[in-house]
């Protein structure tokens, strides 16, 4: 198995001296027996790291067999219902490459080995953990037959408790494993094209979130929805751990979102979209590329009534090559870092 991103119109391959820098804590996933994520999901005091793991554990659960490429319909259905009872109803996943995916449609990437580290986790309600950590991981997109890039790249997970099953379940999964085709001036966005499983109330309550939102991100200043709790990570490898390490505001210029899916368990709700910017501008360190690109936000209701944003996954790909990376032009491969 190689790993290298292909899209459509071209391959592009990229090594970057940042993301095989080493993985600080890092734990190794085991030939655990597969009741070891059982275990863990089950536990009410769990910690994010521990659930991450459950997490990753799961998923090598899934798919073909280690060293395998490819996947049968077989498969892929028995992952499917490996996954589904951990999937929280308003469960959401969003991917660098555009991809989405609701609980009734989630087709799990089938993950052999992984290393996990940098783990940072927020707790904005006694139900709820927010998780950001960085994952290196053997990994292939059964659906669309690729193999992503084994190097290191961030994760952002929201788990949340539930009582009626009594375990964790996923709330949110944002993907940073992003197309290097993202960075190489290329096109690499697939929409999902998704229907909101809620009412209609509940779509325009999100989409109404998702407005105020980045009205108030071209106005220069989110910090009237944020939750103290909050974490944020973006393309760029660059993110936040709470409201109280955010260095500055971030600023979008001209900003439209389409394409809005909804979900939502009581008093939380994921919000997903695909946004058009001009300028991005995060924290005012890294400018970030204009045009399209995908963004998924958690909300949570607190007592008084009000949403706040718990965690913002911001895909737009970095504006200048970060160092180490080098574009390989398509049919290259044997010549590619």
Known sequence: MFFARIVSGGLCLAVSALL?????????????????????????SATG??????????????????GTVGTTSEQDEASKAL?????????????A?????????????????????????????????V??????????????????????????????????DSRWKILSHANFNTPVAAICDQK????????????????????????????LLMKGDTIAM?????????????????????????????????????????????ASSYNVAGKREFMRVDQLRSGLAPFMATFILNEEGTWSIISIASFAAPKELPDGVTCVPSGSLEKAP
């Open 83 to 95: 996954v589904k009872p951990y999937l929280d109803p308003a469960f959401q996943l969003q991917r």
């Open 97 to 129: 490459s555009g991809e989405r995916y609701t609980a009734e449609n989630y087709l799990p990437a089938d993950v052999d080995e992984f290393e996990l580290g940098d783990v940072r986790e927020t707790r904005p309600a006694t139900d709820v953990i």
């Open 49 to 66: 790291e521990e659930l991450a793991n459950a997490f990753f554990d799961l998923l090598s659960n899934t798919g073909s067999p280690s």
């Open 131 to 164: 998780v950001r950590y960085s994952i290196r991981a053997d990994q292939e997109l059964p659906d669309a037959a690729l193999v992503m890039s084994k190097e290191k790249a961030p994760r952002l997970t929201v788990f949340h408790w539930s009582d009626v």
């Open 226 to 270: 944020l939750n103290p709790a909050i974490q944020v990570q973006t393309s760029s490898g660059r993110g936040y751990t709470t409201l109280a390490e955010r260095k500055n505001p971030s600023k979008y210029d001209d900003v439209h979102f389409d394409y809005a899916v909804v979900t939502r368990n009581k008093d939380v709700l994921v």
């Open 20 to 44: 095989l820098t080493g993985l600080p804590n890092v734990a190794i996933a085991a030939d655990a027996p597969a009741s070891a994520y059982e275990k863990t999901f089950s536990n009410r």
């Open 188 to 215: 690499p966005t697939v929409k999902s094209i998704l229907t909101s499983p809620v009412s209609a109330e509940d779509k325009a309550l999100g989409e109404h979130l998702l407005t105020q939102f980045f009205d």
